[in-house]
């Protein structure tokens, strides 16, 4: 006699979205828009002396040959192998017309010492298997320097061993050495320096050195196995940080060195600043720290002016701060003024606590960060889940609504909110909620 069996399954952990099911992964690619319609020029160091670059056939054998000769639009296609470094500064793009240097073919292209890029509307892009690595193998010089406008680095990978790996320095007028000039040098602020998807790594000094720029982005990277400070923002001489974004990069394996440890400090001149703020306007969001031999972020003392100053409207919103030796986030500045806002934050297994404070400190506000156990899915790098919130972690719909404050995605990419409300950390919970699913059969 036929018999109809209805099975109900309560389904909890079956049901996955496929970024709970990869694991830990890469940041999203970013994509940039390119033009069409230049002269495309070849690169190559296995090619003779005396090539004029318009074909593979006739390819240049030194990336420096192009500079100068290329314009507005125009495309450098780069072949695997060696070369050496370059100082980018006859040829500039224009917005909408950048020139494009690029990896093609097979193989990696390898540039090898310090790389000065001083002319603007320029994009150097790795592809999408990160195919050109600016790198050093000696010396303490700087590997990739900014010193030009409207300049984007792409899919690339800067490699140590020792130094500053990017120096994101000042434009225009240069008096010795940038970094360390009083105010009275006449220099010019960077505008819109971009850097999306680099890897950097090795470094024995600080990965990305930002000293002054105007609505730069570092988006969607990872700073692996670097010592000292991994990102450092530290305007000097009277300069200044406006607009920055940092987001959605995972800042990982960090090692103490000379100049501390934190992922991310915050610094700036002792004389030269007076009562002004020094950095502007910067958001903190999206990323992932683990594993740092420090603070994952430092807000520091030493360099701020005794007549103020600090910072103005610095927002740390949805970062996820993992095993950091000492705080998640430390705000060491014994100075008024500031205006720091700290949000939806998510601290777990961090050796001296989440935020610290200085109790002289002013104006850092503080909202629906959490420092419980977050049922992380796996604390193994490893492993699927990996800092990824389990089905029912307290820091699931606890944080607070940031759409206007442009805060609408995860590191992944991930709409927010997704369920209800803003998850607390880096990751919104994905997931569809447990649900009953009948199956109905005949036999």
Known sequence: MPK???????????????????????????????????????????????GD???????????????????????????????PAFWWEGSSGTAGNEIVIEAYGDGDVYIEGNTGLTAVYLIIDGGPDKQITFRRESGDTVIVQFLGDYITLRR??????????????????????????????????????????????????????WHAAKDGELRNSIFDHNESVVIQLNPRGGHYIDGLTISGNAIYNNNY??????????????SAQGADPWIWNTTISNNFFWDIDDNGMKIDSRFIGSNGGGVNNLKIY????????????????????????????????????????HSAVTGVTQSNNFTDDPSFLSTNQDDSGF??????????????????QGIDNDYFGTPRPKYGGYDIGAHEYTVEPPQNLSIISMD
Request: glycine share 14%; with cysteine; proline share 3%.
């Open 156 to 209: 690339l990978i800067v490699q140590g061993p020792s130094g500053d790996c990017m120096h994101t320095n000042n434009g225009g007028i240069i008096v010795g050495s940038p970094t360390w000039q009083g105010s009275t040098t006449d220099f010019f602020e960077i505008l819109s320096p971009r850097i999306y998807n680099v890897t950097i790594k090795d470094c024995n000094h600080k990965g990305v050195y």
């Open 257 to 270: 060195g000379s100049c501390g440890g934190e992922a991310i400090l915050i610094s700036g001149q002792t």
């Open 53 to 83: 670059g318009l074909s593979e056939a006739t390819a240049w054998d030194d990336i420096k040959d192009a500079d100068g000769n290329v314009g507005p639009g125009d495309i450098v296609r780069i072949k695997a192998g060696t070369y």
């Open 318 to 357: 949805n970062n996820t701060f993992y095993q950091m030796d000492l705080y998640g986030i430390r705000v060491n500045s014994s100075t008024s003024d500031n205006q720091v806002d700290i949000k939806n934050n998510l601290f777990y297994n961090n050796g001296s606590g989440g935020i610290h404070v």
């Open 387 to 404: 800092l990824k919130l389990r089905t029912n972690s307290g820091a699931m719909n606890q944080g607070f609504d940031l759409s206007a």
């Open 4 to 50: 109809k069996i209805v099975i109900s399954l309560f389904f909890i952990t079956l049901i996955f979205s496929t970024r709970i099911c990869l694991g830990y992964e890469e940041p999203q690619t970013i994509d940039v828009t390119k033009p069409t319609g230049g002269t495309t020029y070849y690169v190559d160091a296995a090619a003779g002396p005396g």
